[in-house]
């Protein structure tokens, strides 16, 4: 006698999702991510809806917990990876948070784009681990736009404007978040 379990998905379908990607990025890159990257997922053939940290995050009190939710509520976060990034303690949270979340909700993919050489011997072990599960993909390879739209979730079909403001009506909000986070 064989028995079959199976387990519920307790996660939102995918197309429930208010992000196609949440964007990690640090300070010294923004100038890539808002002129470069940014415009090419958002206006490209296949438009993505991304949250941006700088446009799409709320100014909260609690901001491990915008960022835990911005990636909670988005099908996959890009971590654009330079030396700085590596140095930044917030940006290190980003990348080990979405990590943590393609782990528990297996849809959630991590796709890293690397703007510098990184000698990953050197990387902290958690970092490495981050590094591995991911799909990586090396700015200035000549397929680099190919790659990283196939890395990407499929785009969806319309191209509606949200802010992350409309967290706090989403059925994707976990409820230790919806008493913690101040919106403005």
């Not at 509520?73 to 990034?85: D, H, N």
């Not at 970092?127 to 990283?148: Q, T």
Request: with cysteine.
């Amino acid at each position: 006698m064989a028995f079959v379990f199976f387990q519920r998905n307790n996660y939102p379908a995918e197309t429930e999702k208010l992000f196609d990607a949440f964007l990690s990025y640090c300070k010294k890159d923004e100038a890539f991510v808002s002129q470069m990257l940014a415009p090419e997922l958002e206006d490209g053939t296949y438009p993505h809806r991304l949250c941006l940290r700088y446009r799409d995050l709320p100014m909260a009190e609690y901001v491990a917990e915008a960022i835990s939710e911005a990636i909670e509520c988005s099908r996959c976060t890009v971590a654009v990876i330079s030396e700085q990034y590596l140095k930044s303690e917030w940006c290190v949270y980003e990348l080990k948070a979405a990590h943590h979340e393609s782990q528990i909700n297996r849809r959630h993919r991590v796709i890293v784009v690397l703007l510098d050489k990184i000698t990953f011997k050197e990387l902290d072990a958690d970092i490495r681990l981050c590094l591995r599960a991911a799909s990586v993909v090396h700015w200035g390879d000549r397929r680099f736009w190919e790659k990283l739209r196939f890395a990407m979730p499929e785009a969806r079909l319309h191209k509606d404007s949200v802010n992350c403001k409309d967290f706090k009506t989403s059925s994707l909000r976990r409820s230790s978040i919806t008493n913690s986070v101040k919106l403005v």
